[in-house]
């Protein structure tokens, strides 16, 4: 874990900690450190591929499937954290490894090698072919190359083969491969005009698989009749196989009448250039659709934000926090999740008086941000119960991705943003040694277009801010949390772990002392 916190920690604490009990802002860093370091994706790879001496190998972890190693192992990735994945994959299949393409983001060994990480980098002379691309996050012409290479490989395999597919966050535009005769530029101008036009990540998804040669189980197709085993990381909220870089090894249903729905719902349908028109002529109808064994594929998820929840919960009981997991979907508008924490550390320190109050209104904001009722009734019960038999400091996790409603032109992500507004949520407890310290982070390590990956803020936030003539409001109303946590104390806020080399979404931190309490 050294790797990852040397970067979280702020070099200020790193000196005192000898001498003073470390601070809630200096915990809730470690329990971030500890959620990034748990979905590392040499760390996951490792916990889901173990070899059992020199011709089995195990997959997803202890009591998983066994697979027949033979020199019969090719592999394939795509996505950010492909890399790392790939990397580890081949230091423990060793010789029975024959050859692999991955397919990762433009510039990313460079990147690697800059910033030490050469933990994550292939071998000088590895069997892997790398292949940059998908420049920006945009699939191009070098990501479709590779994603050519991908198909013809898996194409080539028997049924003596065994198929290693690696999938982590950005693998979509990593593996862009149109189905002839369309061109890449007609499909992304088809699913951008969906986008702008206000379709869902469903229905986004549906017209991909439609248009793909390899999305929605088409790389596990052309592989057949090999075994496939496909090891994800997801970056998607409840971690759904088609979704995530629209599911390559997740066969589903692809039926015209569903396709034209969704094109002519958004206007797109009679505008839709000729070849689109022409493939969508192909599909069969609804009740002919058939689908495909799928016996010999292998889906697991090795990493998630649920994995990093769980790590962040063990650090936090290391560091003398109750620790709750709230939910690893939170999403909707940062406004109604940063009141959604102000309200449970309101309700955790309240009197039993309000608490009644409090509590349905969490409940009702909870519909409104992707948590489940029950699970807003477990976390309130747990702070009543903390509250009351004195258990001492509290550490709600949550986890998801949020979203910002764009007003202005600053720099900032939604994880900074949502660290300001809780930090104002906050305002009424007694700052700054009796007030919740609530951290944002994206184990990503960058939030929106900045160096920082979120912020870590108090009720002492608005104060603070006051006192340097920062108008906390006018900075939120221009979306520049950046400018405004860099100018707050020095920038001693930000968190900024640099080059996390994954991505499982963002993490939501909310420690409450025992001596917490309003005015």
């Known amino acids: 874990m050294a790797r990852v916190l040397s970067l979280i920690r702020p070099q200020p604490?790193?000196?005192?900690?000898?001498?003073?009990?470390?601070?809630?802002?200096?915990?809730?860093?470690?329990?971030?450190?500890?959620a990034v370091e748990a979905v590392q994706p040499d760390i996951a790879i490792r916990q889901s591929l173990e070899r059992q001496g020199d011709s089995v190998v195990v997959v997803g972890g202890s009591g998983g499937r066994k697979f027949t190693?033979?020199?019969?192992?090719?592999?394939?990735?795509?996505?950010?954290?492909?890399?790392?994945?790939?990397?580890?994959?081949?230091r423990i299949l060793g010789d029975h490894l024959v050859g692999g393409v991955i397919s990762v983001p433009h510039g990313i060994q460079q990147t690697l090698r800059q910033h030490g990480k050469h933990h994550l980098l292939l071998k000088e002379r590895s069997c892997i072919q790398v292949m940059e691309g998908a420049q920006h996050n945009l699939p191009d012409a070098d990501s479709q190359k590779a994603a050519e290479c991908i198909a013809r490989l898996a194409s080539?395999?028997?049924?003596?083969?065994?198929?290693?597919?690696?999938?982590?966050?950005?693998g979509s535009a990593l593996l862009p491969t149109p189905i002839s005769p369309i061109t890449l530029q007609e499909k992304l101008d088809v699913t951008r005009k969906l986008a702008a036009a206000g379709a869902t990540i469903q229905e986004l998804n549906t017209v991909r698989r439609a248009l793909s040669v390899l999305k929605g189980g088409g790389l596990a197709q052309c592989a057949h009749p090999a075994q496939v085993v496909a090891l994800i990381l997801s970056d998607v909220i409840g971690d759904p196989l088609d979704l995530?870089?629209?599911?390559?090894?997740?066969?589903?249903?692809?039926?015209?009448?569903?396709?034209?729905?969704?094109?002519?719902?958004?206007?797109?349908?009679?505008?839709?250039?000729?070849?689109?028109?022409?493939?969508?002529?192909?599909?069969?109808?609804?009740?002919?659709?058939?689908?495909?064994?799928?016996?010999?594929?292998?889906?697991?998820?090795?990493?998630?934000?649920?994995?990093?929840?769980?790590?962040?919960?063990?650090?936090?009981?290391?560091?003398?926090?109750?620790?709750?997991?709230?939910?690893?979907?939170?999403?909707?508008?940062?406004?109604?999740?940063?009141?959604?924490?102000?309200?449970?550390?309101?309700?955790?320190?309240?009197?039993?008086?309000?608490?009644s109050e409090l509590a349905a209104e969490v409940l009702?904001?909870?519909?409104?941000?992707?948590?489940?009722?029950?699970?807003?009734?477990?976390?309130?019960?747990?702070?009543?119960?903390?509250?009351?038999?004195?258990?001492?400091?509290?550490?709600?996790?949550a986890g998801g991705e949020p979203t910002v409603e764009l007003s202005?032109?600053?720099?900032?992500?939604?994880?900074?943003?949502?660290?300001?507004?809780?930090?104002?949520?906050?305002?009424?407890f007694q700052p700054p040694l009796d007030s919740p310290v609530f951290l944002s982070g994206g184990t990503d390590g960058q939030d929106g277009p900045t160096e920082?990956?979120?912020?870590?803020?108090?009720?002492?936030?608005?104060?603070?801010?006051?006192?340097?003539?920062?108008?906390?409001?006018?900075?939120?109303?221009?979306?520049?949390?950046?400018?405004?946590f860099s100018r707050l104390s020095g920038g001693r806020n930000l968190v900024v772990p640099g080059l996390t080399c994954t991505n499982v979404m963002d993490?939501?931190?909310?420690?409450?002392?025992?001596?917490?309490?309003?005015?």
Do not use: W
């Open 13 to 34: 604490f790193l000196a005192l900690l000898g001498r003073r009990k470390m601070s809630l802002d200096f915990r809730a860093r470690e329990v971030f450190a500890a």
């Open 507 to 519: 993490v939501h931190i909310l420690l409450i002392p025992s001596s917490a309490k309003e005015d």
């Open 244 to 355: 995530i870089a629209s599911g390559p090894t997740v066969r589903g249903p692809v039926c015209r009448e569903e396709v034209l729905a969704v094109l002519e719902q958004y206007g797109l349908l009679d505008s839709a250039p000729a070849s689109v028109k022409e493939v969508l002529g192909r599909l069969r109808p609804y009740q002919e659709t058939e689908t495909e064994e799928e016996g010999h594929v292998l889906n697991v998820v090795i990493g998630s934000n649920s994995v990093a929840l769980q790590h962040a919960s063990r650090r936090a009981l290391e560091l003398g926090f109750h620790p709750i997991v709230l939910s690893p979907g939170v999403c909707g508008d940062v406004r109604s999740v940063s009141r959604l924490y102000g309200l449970l550390a309101r309700f955790a320190c309240s009197c039993q008086e309000n608490s």
């Open 69 to 90: 190693l033979r020199n019969n192992v090719h592999v394939v990735g795509f996505g950010k954290a492909v890399l790392g994945m790939a990397t580890e994959a081949e």
């Open 156 to 170: 080539a395999l028997t049924e003596k083969d065994l198929l290693l597919v690696l999938i982590s966050g950005g």
């Open 364 to 397: 009702k904001l909870g519909l409104e941000v992707g948590v489940e009722t029950g699970d807003l009734y477990r976390v309130m019960q747990s702070l009543d119960q903390a509250r009351s038999q004195g258990r001492g400091a509290t550490c709600v996790l």
């Open 452 to 484: 920082a990956a979120g912020a870590v803020t108090d009720a002492s936030l608005y104060g603070n801010a006051q006192k340097q003539d920062l108008d906390v409001v006018s900075f939120l109303k221009n979306n520049d949390s950046f400018t405004f």
């Open 408 to 428: 202005g032109e600053g720099r900032g992500g939604r994880n900074q943003e949502l660290a300001m507004r809780v930090g104002l949520e906050l305002r009424g």
